[in-house]
């Protein structure tokens, strides 16, 4: 091929599927010319995806060919964290893991530990092959907390999972609440379904400590304080009680605890809600009246407010709100969360859990890697980790508590494999770097959380370098490990072709016909629940929750305020004053894409915004840079002086690479590993700093 004329080579389209961590899951078709992806774009025809992609995925290409691409495996040869590494072959790394491996599993694999998140949202290279492997090895099992837990143990309590409206359908709503997301940066497919909604005469109400873009865009924001969500929603029950805005009749059918919830709200007049939000009354007033009278009313919460001590009540509180006022009957009323449950995966098909063979491993907390890094071998613990193997993951730019986070994986004798496209500062600190491929060289099958289709990703490119697709370097382990059951050989086809259950909401749906397709919606009800038929042990919308007492904790949703707080602890905020969260970049997806140059430079540098009261107070100059700090670390960054956040309250964006950042350490440098209410998870806003 090499002696056509440019104009004459082959030019492809390849249907693909976003492999990010986002609620959008978009469609994507890429573009191949001579074997080379040139472009990426958004499936027109895609409903949600219509075309447009965000600016971090239409940069696909600049990401995958970027000049630093890990193209070979790196072993570690200075000192652990020197940076010094030296390029061997497959066959030489792959010996040594599995033999490093094998002799700490005969000792006790529980002193294994995979450490996985979200890099890939593929169901073939996330927790497939890997699961089997870790499966098979009886290693300990990670609880994958770090970003939903809470948010979803609150939707579980009351919804029974992870369900709620179709986003398309928020085109249709006479009302919206945005609440605890800034869509435009985290969320762009579904605001334009709110725009349209707009257009056609919807109010739109925006729920956020900070106004960002979003909020500019909304006819209201109430910029509450955070972690009072719940507070705020209990005053919202307390007016459609108040002024009988109720839909007694879906209560009654499909509702299980409206008096126990009745009485606790009662407790929640506007005025106590509005000294804990610090917000007026009278706006909480005025979104109650809305929330009561406009129809249909749908509520979009992200799980921005879910990071706080009461973030899984707080969850709890806000989708107790749709049943109360029936917006369920609606298509276009409701909650969205999160869709994930409306997705019928064949988990054991997947991840083949029969292969621990009655052994049940400890599970440890992923959103306390840093402490649990650091501890020795005790009964309540059991034994010291002392190997960890990282794929999809940049646990020390985006754990808590960045420090013990470093001490924990720079214990020099700790054996540590990083499978990555990049050397991440989690990949500085690995004896063993392995080159990944990108979504654009392998193959997966996709569920989405913010939409209802199921998606195909086809290979576009072959591996760049000597690059392997994760489920290939499990498979590659398992054999060197000496494990044979036929699942270890199974193909990447195969597997995804096992990941769509048999399920009546998945309908005909196979991957064979979705890699024709690209995409396929399942066959759930526009509204699902307009007749109740919750996935709950009842059947019906959980005010009052039955499990959660049998668990030992409220049956009602409570309002906890954060750990750190004026609120909660006086003496911390007299040295900390100031609460700090750390929200997401528009151009960055959680730590990924922040070393893509044309990224980075739209990002410019880490920023932090400080109200002008803040600011003029500590004698800080918009431009200047300062530093943020508690007990726990210091986070030097530019400062921006601006009205946009609240007096007493620094935002502080997400998540740059520690290395890139000034003094190399980013903001988690000041976050903390306690854990929220519900689901263990992390507590990233709920973070008190001086600034200075
Ligand atoms: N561009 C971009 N898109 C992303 C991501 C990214 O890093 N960059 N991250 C992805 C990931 S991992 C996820 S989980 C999803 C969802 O990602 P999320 O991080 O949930 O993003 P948002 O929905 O924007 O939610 C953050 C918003 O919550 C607000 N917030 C913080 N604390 C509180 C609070 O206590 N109460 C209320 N009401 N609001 C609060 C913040 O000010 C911010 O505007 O988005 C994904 N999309
Ligand atoms: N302070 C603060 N911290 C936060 C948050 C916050 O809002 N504030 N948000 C939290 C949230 S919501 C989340 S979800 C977590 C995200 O935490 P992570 O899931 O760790 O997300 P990323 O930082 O994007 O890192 C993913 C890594 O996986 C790699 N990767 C991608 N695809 C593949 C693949 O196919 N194979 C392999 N081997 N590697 C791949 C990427 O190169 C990247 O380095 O961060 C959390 N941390
Ligand atoms: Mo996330």
């Known amino acids: 091929m090499a002696d056509l004329a440019p104009t004459q080579r082959p030019v492809i389209t390849v249907r693909g599927a976003c492999p990010h961590d986002c609620p959008d899951t978009c469609a994507l078709l890429v573009t191949v010319e001579d074997s080379v992806a040139t472009a ?26 970027h000049p630093q691409r890990l193209l070979h495996p790196l072993k570690r040869v200075g000192a652990k964290g020197s940076g010094q590494f030296a390029q061997v072959g497959w066959d030489e790394a792959l010996d040594d893991i599995a033999a490093k491996l094998g002799t700490i599993g005969a000792r006790n694999p529980e002193a294994i530990l995979p450490y996985s998140y979200a890099g890939t949202m593929g169901l073939v290279q996330g927790e497939a092959m890997a699961a089997r492997f870790f499966h098979k090895l009886g290693a300990s099992k990670l609880n994958r907390t770090i970003c939903s837990a809470a948010g979803g143990a609150g939707l579980d309590a009351v ?48 729920i956020d400590p900070w106004r960002h873009e979003t909020a500019d865009k909304c006819h209201e924001h109430i910029q509450l304080r955070p972690g009072t969500d719940a507070a705020l929603a209990y005053a919202l029950i307390h007016e459609l009680i108040t002024h009988g805005w109720l839909d007694q009749d879906y209560i009654r059918r499909y509702t299980l605890g409206f008096e126990a919830l009745r009485e606790r709200a009662l407790q929640w007049p506007p005025e106590r809600a509005a000294t804990v939000c610090g917000v007026p009354a009278e706006q909480i007033r005025q979104l109650a009246s809305d929330y009561g009278t406009l129809r249909p009313a749908a509520i ?96 020390m730019a985006v754990a808590p508590d960045g420090e013990a986070v470093r ?97 009546p ?86 730590s990924t894409f922040v070393n893509v140059p044309s990224l980075q430079a739209s990002e410019s540098e880490p920023l932090m915004l400080l109200h002008p009261q803040d600011a003029a107070s500590r004698g800080i100059a918009d431009g200047q840079m300062a530093r943020a700090f508690n007990d726990r670390g210091s986070y030097a960054c530019r400062v921006r002086v601006s009205p946009r956040t609240r007096p007493g309250q620094v935002v502080a964006f997400g998540i740059w690479w520690r290395k890139l950042s000034p003094g190399a350490v980013n903001v988690n440098a000041l976050t903390h590993q306690r854990l929220t209410d519900l689901g263990a998870g992390p507590c990233f806003y709920d973070c008190l700093v001086e600034v200075s």
């Open 40 to 65: 990426v774009r958004g499936d027109p025809d895609h409903p949600t995806t219509h075309g447009a992609l965000c600016t971090k995925v239409s940069r696909y290409t600049e990401r995958t060919y």
């Open 159 to 206: 919804l029974g999972g992870k369900v709620g409206m179709d986003v398309e359908q928020f085109a249709h709503s006479r009302l919206i609440l945005i609440w605890g997301s800034n869509s435009i940066t985290s969320n762009l497919h579904f605001w334009t379904y709110a725009q349209r909604a707009k257009r056609a005469g919807a109010k739109l109400v925006c």
């Open 300 to 395: 979009r919460v992200n799980y921005g407010l879910q990071r706080v001590r009461g973030g899984g009540n707080a969850v709890r509180t806000i989708s107790s709100l749709p049943a109360l006022i029936g917006a369920w009957r609606d298509p276009a009323g409701g909650v969205l969360l999160s869709s994930s449950n409306h997705f019928a995966v064949n988990t054991e098909a997947l991840e083949r859990p029969d292969l621990l063979a009655g052994r049940s491993p400890r599970m440890i907390n992923m959103s306390t890697i840093g402490d649990d890094l650091q501890r020795p071998t005790s009964p309540e613990f059991g034994p010291r980790i002392e190997a960890i193997i990282v794929y999809n993951s940049n646990p």
């Open 407 to 503: 001490k924990g994986f720079a214990r020099e004798e700790l054996f540590t494999v990083v499978l990555e496209h990049f050397q991440t500062d989690t990949a500085d600190l690995a004896d063993y770097v392995l080159p990944a491929t990108t979504q654009l060289e392998h193959l997966d099958v996709h569920k989405a959380y913010g939409h209802r289709y199921w998606l195909a990703n086809n290979p576009a490119i072959d591996p760049l370098g000597e690059a392997k697709p994760n489920s290939q370097i499990f498979r590659e382990l398992a054999t060197r490990m000496g494990f044979t059951e036929a699942c270890f050989a199974e193909t990447d086809e195969q597997i995804a072709a096992q990941a769509i259950a048999a399920d």
């Open 505 to 590: 909401c998945n309908g005909a749906i196979t991957f064979k016909a979705l890699r024709e397709q690209g995409w396929m919606k399942l066959t759930v009800p526009e509204a699902p629940f307009a007749q109740g038929g919750f996935p709950t042990p009842s059947g019906k919308c959980e005010f009052w929750s039955g499990r959660e007492a049998a668990a030992g904790r409220d049956p009602l949703p409570e309002v906890l305020l954060p750990y750190e707080s004026e609120a909660t602890a006086p003496q911390l905020a007299a040295r900390y004053p100031l609460a700090l969260i750390s929200p997401p970049a528009r151009n960055f997806l959680n």
